[in-house]
């Protein structure tokens, strides 16, 4: 008879294939939590599949509704819907009270669950925003920083991208293509000089932007406490738009991007300065390209 090994137990249970998942392991006395009764309506007995995907069934009709809900990958599997025909590992997901807090939660809102993706990410945030700040009345500067952030916003939008994060002075967004990530900054920068024309005349200061655009894998998910969740990316690309955006400042530019987001791009962005840099924080030395409005 084939296994089902169940982690974090490490316990190997005999099983037939004759029931599911959640009947097997309930049976063996494995504290696996089921809220709503095995109705594939509540997620919370989810297991992450580690070995032998392929002898899992294919999800029924209810599993396959809340794996749309939710975006689980191929990987996740409700335990009180999934049926397996060979050896097979599993890890419970909902191991306590908070785990099986957050999972009902996310069924409740519709929220994904964690998904990995390739993804443009942009850090941009303005240059000298110190000094700026100092010399103007708090209200000057929150009103400065809305015109941009609502001006950054929509361009940001308008090339198929979304904000998704601010922080301070800075914003981070994220666009599924790198063409219109560049289009984007270059259209930023034009968007800077506006306001800046608005600042100098209404305050005697200029105003510009400084971005850096990373092209990798990201982990796409919703976070938060209960009262204010939200989809953001992490990874290690997110750090590196921000190490890229720092760069401008030592090379004396606006708009750096990766080498691996500059291979994605078609001739007719210009490209500017090359630089090879070894980025604060990053143990490798990374290629970082300029673009400029072309012409
Ligand atoms: S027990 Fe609720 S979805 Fe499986």
């Not at 294939?17 to 919370?44: F, H, N, Q, W």
């Not at 919703?222 to 997110?238: C, E, M």
């Not at 090359?274 to 604060?280: D, F, H």
């Amino acid at each position: 008879m084939p296994n089902l090994r169940v982690e974090p137990e490490q316990r190997v249970i005999e099983q037939d294939g004759s029931r599911t998942l959640l009947d097997v392991m309930k049976e063996a006395g494995i504290p696996i939590t089921y809220a709503c009764g095995g109705r594939a309506r509540c997620s919370t007995c989810r297991v992450a599949v580690v070995e032998g995907v392929a002898f899992c069934a294919s999800r029924n009709e209810a599993e396959q509704a809340m794996a749309e809900k939710l975006a689980l990958t191929p990987d996740i599997r409700l335990a009180c819907q999934t049926r397996v025909s060979g050896q097979v590992a599993v890890r419970r997901l909902v191991l306590d009270a908070l785990d099986q807090k957050l999972a009902s939660q996310r069924v409740a809102l519709g929220a994904e669950v964690g998904r990995d993706a390739e993804l443009a990410v942009m850090f941009s945030d303005v240059a000298n925003f110190t000094p700026f700040s100092e010399a103007l009345p708090a209200y000057d500067v929150v009103h400065t920083l809305d015109r941009w952030f609502t001006a950054s916003g929509d361009v940001v939008a308008l090339h198929g991208g979304r904000v998704d994060n601010y922080m301070g002075d800075g914003f981070l967004a994220v666009f599924e293509q790198a063409e219109g990530a560049a289009d984007a900054g270059l259209e930023l920068l034009e968007a800077a000089a506006a306001l800046s024309r608005y600042t100098k005349g209404a305050f005697g200061l200029p105003f510009s932007t400084r971005m850096g655009i990373h092209w990798g894998q990201v982990v796409v998910g919703t976070l938060g406490a209960s009262h204010n969740r939200r989809s953001t990316v992490v990874g290690d690309v997110v750090n590196m738009a921000a190490r890229i955006e720092a760069a401008n400042k030592e090379l004396g530019t606006s708009l750096l991007v990766s080498r691996e987001l500059e291979q994605r791009l078609p001739p007719r962005f210009a490209r500017g300065r090359q630089a090879e840099l070894a980025l604060k924080g990053k143990s490798s030395v990374h290629a970082l390209v300029e673009l400029r409005t072309a012409g």
